[in-house]
C-alpha cells in the first residue's frame, strides 16, 4: 500500500493537479480553448472574465461564481455538467477529464487561495554566485522540492556531439570525437565549450539561427535569401556574434536603423524587408527581440492575456508610422518622417480611439510636434533634401523606394523613444526574452514555452532563475557568449536523456535532458561530415554547394521551436529520395565510405560506420542486424550509412 501510495504521489506531483500553480498547468489552457471567445477580450458576456486567475475570482455581474471549496456550489461549474441548463459552452461539451481537473481545482480552494496562487517558495539566490552556480542553484532547488531525482550527467561522447551540433552547428569529426574522449583534463568540457564559442563556424551558425529567429525562414516567408545576404544582413549577424556585440545594441541597430557605413549597414534589413508595413514593423520587434504576440489586440484587448490591450497593438505601430524605405548613399535605410502617422482605430462596439505612443507596461508618450505642422527642415536634426519633401514621395503605401542622399533624422523620433523604452535596462523585457531564447535553443525548451508568448497566459516554469538571469545578463553589458557558456557549463545542458524517476517528469522540471530535433543547418552540415565532407578554417565545404543543401533542408525542417515535433512524410521521402543528398554519397569525396570500406569484416564496417555517423559504438543487437543487413551485396554499405543519416538518432540531439 506504501508503495501505491507513494506511486500516486509522484503521478499528481509529476501532472501538477495538486500544486499550487496548478491554474497555470492545468485550468487557464481549459477556459482559453473553451470559453475566453465569450467571456475574454473581445466579450465579456455576463461581465465574466475567464483570462486570468484574478479577474475569475472577482465574478461577474451576478457576483462570484467560485464557492471556494464546493465545485457543487460553484455556478461557474454547474454549468458545464452534462445536462445543464444554462449550459457552457453554449455548443459543445468539456471532456471528463476537464470537467474533473476543474472540480479538483475549486474544491482545493480556501478562502485565501487569491492570495496563495503561484505561492510555489520563492528564494533569492546566495549573494557572490556565478552564472553557473545560480543556474544550477535555482534547477536543483526545483527538483528537491517537488521530489524529483534528475538524470545522471551524459557521457563525454554524447556531450562532444551535442555540444558541437548546438555552438558550431554540425556533428564533431571522427579526429574531433577521438581528440576529445582521449583528453583525461578534468575541465577538458569547458576547455571545449570555450574552444567552440571563438570558431568561425560558430559566428557563421549563429548568423543563421537568429536569421531565422528574427526574420523568419525566408522559404516558409517567401523572402530571398538573396536579398538578405545581396544586402548585408547575414555579414551583419555574422559581424554580431563575432564581436559579441552587446545585445541591447543589436535591438538599437535594428529598430532605430541608423548604422555607420561598413558590416553594421546590415542591419537596415531587420525594418527595411517589412517594405513599409508598419504594422508587420511592430509585430516583428515584439515578438522577435521582446517575445510577445501583440496581433491578437488589433482589433480587440487580447483573449487571453489581458495585460496586452488593444491600445497597445495600436500604440506599437505608431512608433513605426512615419518609416520609410529610402536608398541612399549610403545603402538601403528607414528613414523617419517628423511629422503625419496620426491614425484611429475602433474597437468592437464600433468606438473610435486616436492612437498613442504606448508601449505594453508603460505610459502613453506625449507627442513632441503637434498635429497641425506641416513637415519642414526644422523639424530635423540636418535639413533633408528638397527630394524629401516633394509630394509624390508622401505615398507610402506598397513598396516606393525613395532616393535621396541621407537618411533624414528628425529632432523628435518615434522610433528613438520606442528604444528608450524597450531596450533599456529598466526594461527587462528584453533580456528576459532573449535570455528564454538562448536558453530553449541549448536545453530544448524555453523557460518561458513557446518562446514568443511571454504573456500572462504562459508563465515561466522557474521565474526567480528567468529574472535572475535576465539582470545578469543585463549587469553584464548583454554580453552574449558569456550568457551561452553559462548555460552550456551548467548540469541542466549536460544532463543525460536517460530518465531516472520511475514516472518520467514533465519537460519544464529540466531534470533531464530534452531530445530535440537539430535545427535544418545543423542537420545539412551534420549530413556532409557524417559522409566525410569537412570544412576548413573558415568554414567552407570543398567541392560541395552546402549553400544549396541549407536551403533544400531549410524547406522540409523550418521549425527553430517546434511545439510538439512531428515528422511528416513529405521529411522522411526527402532524406530517403532526395538527388541532393544522393549525390553525396556517390560523390569520390565521401571519406566515410573509404574508410569504412577498408575494415576487415562486416562487424568492423557496422562499428565504424556507427562511429563516423552517429558518433558511438553500436550494441550488440544493432550489430546483428547490421551485419546481416551487409550480406545483402555491394550496394548495401551506401544503402546501410543513408539508413543511420536519415534515421530519427542522427536527426535527434540527444
Known sequence: MLRINSYIAILILAQGSLTADVWDTDIASIFQSNCVKCHGGAKKKAGLDLRSYESLIEGGESGPVIVHGSAEESALFRVVLKGSDPHMPPKGQLDE??????????????????????????FEMPENISSVQAINFAIEKSWSEQGIEPSLNCSDEVFCRRVHVDVIGRIPSREELDYFLADESPNKRAELIDKLLLKNEHFSYMAETFNAILLGRESVKKKDRGDREKNGWLDYLAWVFRTNRPWDLVAKDLVLSRPKEGVESGASWFLFEQKNDHSEMAKLTMSALLGKQIQCAQC???PVSPEIEQRHYWGMVSFFSRSINVQTNKGMRVAERATGGH???ADLSGESF????????NEPIKEAVDASHQDNSDLYVTSPSEA??????????????????????????RRQKLIELAFSDKNSSLSEAFVNRVWALLIGRGIVHPVDLMDSAH?????????????????SGYDVRRLIRSILMSRTYQLSSFVQATVKPLP?????HIINPISAEAFSKSMLIAMGHYPDSSGKYKNVDSEKLRREFAVKFPDLFPEVYSPTVQQALFLSNNKTIEALFISEDNLTLSIIEKQDSDINKVKESFKLILGREPDPEEIKVGTKFLERGSDSLKQFCWALVSGSEFRMNR
Open 388 to 413: 524629401w519633401f516633394e509630394k509624390k514621395n508622401k505615398d507610402k503605401k506598397g513598396y516606393n523606394l525613395i532616393k535621396i542622399d541621407s537618411a533624414p533624422v528628425p529632432k523628435f523620433s
Open 300 to 302: 480587440h484587448d487580447h
Open 97 to 122: 477529464r476537464n470537467i474533473k481537473d476543474l472540480r479538483s481545482w475549486i474544491e482545493g480552494l480556501d478562502a485565501d487561495s487569491a492570495v496563495k496562487r503561484n505561492s510555489s517558495p520563492k
Open 508 to 512: 519544464q522540471t529540466f531534470s533531464y
Open 343 to 345: 491614425s484611429k482605430y
Open 354 to 361: 486616436a492612437s498613442e505612443l504606448v508601449l505594453l507596461g
Open 459 to 475: 508563465p515561466p516554469s522557474h521565474p526567480e532563475l528567468l529574472q535572475w538571469m535576465a539582470r545578469d545578463f543585463t549587469s
